[in-house]
């Protein structure tokens, strides 16, 4: 089955800085790569997802890069805020027969120090 | 716009006991998951299901079991509680039909079991 590794897993910057984080996916057969944002003790909330036909995507201040070669996809986010404090999960989604369960990396604990 | 929702939001349960968590999708949404979350750790999918019929199986105990209901609000169900089992339990939606992935998650309802 798919495996989700993410790193670093924990990652501490100062405001205005830019945070990046990292993941690698098993599964070729993979073709959607969220990334959720949460909060201690909130849902996790889709921040940005890019699919396998797109090498990179941007929303604001966080984009998103995919390289299906390597098997690996980044967050990035510029001009940190305190309010980026958070845990970030990367995923990635197989594909069964109508079933997309999402296979979580054990994410990132962003800290954003003002 | 509608999210997803979860009750009970909070549940402290006895060893051994039985506990039943409650899902509704968000409106014309044709898939849910729940997902199991332990203190620290990323989301573990447990099961899902597509148009009320089981479409993928996790890692889910024996002593767990779901269903998706006709209006399309699904249950959990867990009996002989152990201590293992407390952990915060997400629902999510999606609408795979049209092939959109993204997952939405509800609020979880966190099980506490002594």
């Known amino acids: 089955g798919e495996n989700v590794e993410q790193h670093p897993s924990t990652l501490s910057v100062q405001e205005g800085d830019s945070a990046v984080i990292k993941c690698t996916y098993s599964d070729s057969a993979s073709n959607y790569f969220p990334w959720y944002k949460q909060e201690l003790g909130k849902r996790p909330q889709l921040i940005i997802d890019?699919?396998?036909?797109?090498g990179e995507k941007k929303d604001q201040r966080i984009a998103v890069t995919l390289n299906k070669t390597a098997k690996h996809f980044s967050l990035h986010i510029t001009e940190t805020q305190p309010e980026d404090s958070a845990v970030y999960f990367c995923?990635?989604?197989?594909?069964?027969?109508?079933?997309?369960?999402?296979?979580f990396g054990k994410g990132m604990k962003l800290t954003v120090n003002p | 716009a509608a999210g997803v929702i979860q009750s009970p939001r909070h549940l402290i349960k006895e060893k051994r006991e039985t506990a039943t968590l409650k899902c509704y999708p968000i409106p014309r949404h044709d898939t849910v998951y729940w997902y199991q979350q332990g203190p620290g750790q990323d989301p573990q999918f447990l099961i899902s299901?597509?148009?009320?019929?089981?479409?993928d199986k996790g890692s889910i105990p024996d002593r767990f079991s779901a269903q998706q209901f006709s209006d399309y609000h699904s249950e959990l169900n867990m009996s002989s509680l152990e201590l293992g089992d407390s952990a915060l339990y997400f629902c999510a939606s999606s609408l795979i039909s049209d092939n959109s992935y993204e997952q939405y998650f509800g609020p979880g309802t966190r099980l506490t079991v002594t």
């Open positions: 890019i699919r396998s036909n797109v």
């Open positions: 995923a990635a989604i197989i594909t069964q027969g109508g079933s997309e369960k999402l296979v």
């Open positions: 299901f597509y148009e009320k019929m089981q479409s």
